[in-house]
């Protein structure tokens, strides 16, 4: 509505609400819009709060959409303490639960019907597959990375609840989780910043674990040992030359730096290869000296050719001399526009001058 109200000329001239609360909840934001829609010619009219133009009711729209702020971010304030209290009841505030666990009703006060999380019993058995792959791996593998359990589940056809193919986020996700031993935690981050809020402000909601506590602090320990291979190239290294111009030439996807040894191989590889494994691409993981060297030789060899330096210099040498021409076009121009100037200025000197010399005889 305000792309449309803002075009030139507007689809619209009038906008009407109920009350300037359903506008905007934020008296800058309002503000801002406001006089951003009078400029097109877009006015804004409330039902029942019906003000004029004149500056005294300019004020009073401004005193009423601050105490409409003060109010909405009251009643935020008591519906998330609300929300959090729930939480700590027990009880399910909304959105989809967790892989592992489906929402059933609890019970029902008045109108409202309360609901709890239980164990999925067909998701359930993904999550503990995948700690079972964090701690002892299958077969003789031994324990398994995010990335190791991401490739094995995908390669296994395993799928998320959604039916997609996990991915090393994902992954890591089900291993940093505490509600697979019983404690959901609510309220860890600002609906919109996305910050993460202090542990005193969490509400911890009790659920069926799926999970046992040691198995859960066995994977912590794991994970903090080892390198995070889950995470972006750029959170755990420095610039690489071809980063955002190389390309997977199966699917694709950008081609990033991926890490061993701590740091002591680099490598470039497909990204949806190190998210998805070989059921995602099958494309090459290349080390890094080796494609940046074979990229700059190849550079070299094409831009550095005896024929390739010829034409480049004949086009060079070109837009010199089409420069120089110009530039001496140019200063004749000037010349000429002085010769003009000059011209024009002559006669009316040589005038001031006899007239002068008559005034100096006269005296004489």
């Known amino acids: 509505m305000i792309d449309a109200a803002l075009t030139r000329p507007p689809t619209f001239t009038l906008i009407v609400v109920h009350s300037f609360s359903r506008f905007f909840r934020d008296q800058f934001q309002f503000e801002f819009y406001v006089r951003k829609l009078a400029k097109n010619g877009v006015r804004l009219i409330s039902i029942t709060q019906d003000l004029g133009d004149d500056p005294m009711s300019v004020m009073m729209r401004q005193i009423m959409t601050l105490f409409d702020e003060y109010q909405s971010k009251e009643n935020a304030k008591h519906t998330l303490r609300a929300m959090k209290e729930n939480a700590r009841q027990g009880y399910w505030n909304g959105a989809l639960p967790p892989l592992g666990y489906r929402i059933v009703a609890a019970e029902q006060r008045g109108a409202k019907i309360k609901k709890k999380l239980e164990i999925d019993p067909i998701h359930a058995e993904t999550v503990r597959l995948v700690y079972r792959l964090a701690l002892k791996g299958e077969g003789d593998s031994g324990p398994m990375g995010?990335?190791?359990?991401?490739?094995?589940?995908?390669?296994?056809?395993?799928?998320?609840?959604?039916?997609?193919?996990?991915?090393?986020?994902?992954?890591?996700?089900?291993?940093?989780?505490?509600?697979?031993?019983?404690?959901?935690?609510?309220?860890?981050?600002?609906?919109?910043?996305?910050?993460?809020?202090?542990?005193?402000?969490?509400?911890?909601?009790?659920?069926?674990?799926?999970?046992?506590?040691?198995?859960?602090?066995?994977?912590?320990?794991?994970?903090?040992?080892?390198?995070?291979?889950?995470?972006?190239?750029?959170?755990?290294?420095?610039?690489?030359l071809l980063t955002g111009i190389c390309f997977c030439a199966s699917c694709g996807g950008a081609m990033t730096l991926r890490t061993r040894k701590g740091g002591q191989y680099r490598y470039y590889t497909c990204s949806t290869k190190a998210r998805q494994g070989k059921s995602g691409c099958s494309g090459l993981t290349v080390p890094m000296d080796k494609l940046e060297r074979a990229v700059a030789d190849h550079l070299e060899w094409r831009l550095l050719d005896p024929q390739r330096l010829t034409a480049m210099m004949d086009q060079v040498l070109e837009r010199r001399q089409e420069w120089n021409e110009h530039r001496r076009g140019h200063i004749a121009e000037l010349r000429k526009r002085v010769a003009e100037a000059e011209a024009k200025l002559k006669p009316p000197l040589r005038g001031d001058r006899e007239r002068r010399h008559q005034r100096c005889r006269s005296f004489a």
């Open 146 to 240: 995010i990335k190791s359990i991401t490739n094995h589940l995908n390669a296994r056809n395993i799928r998320t609840r959604d039916g997609g193919k996990f991915g090393i986020a994902s992954v890591h996700q089900i291993l940093t989780r505490t509600t697979y031993i019983g404690q959901h935690r609510f309220n860890t981050r600002d609906h919109k910043t996305r910050n993460a809020k202090p542990q005193a402000e969490h509400a911890v909601m009790e659920v069926p674990p799926i999970i046992t506590e040691a198995e859960f602090k066995a994977v912590q320990a794991a994970l903090k040992a080892r390198s995070p291979k889950w995470m972006l190239p750029r959170a755990v290294s420095g610039p690489t």
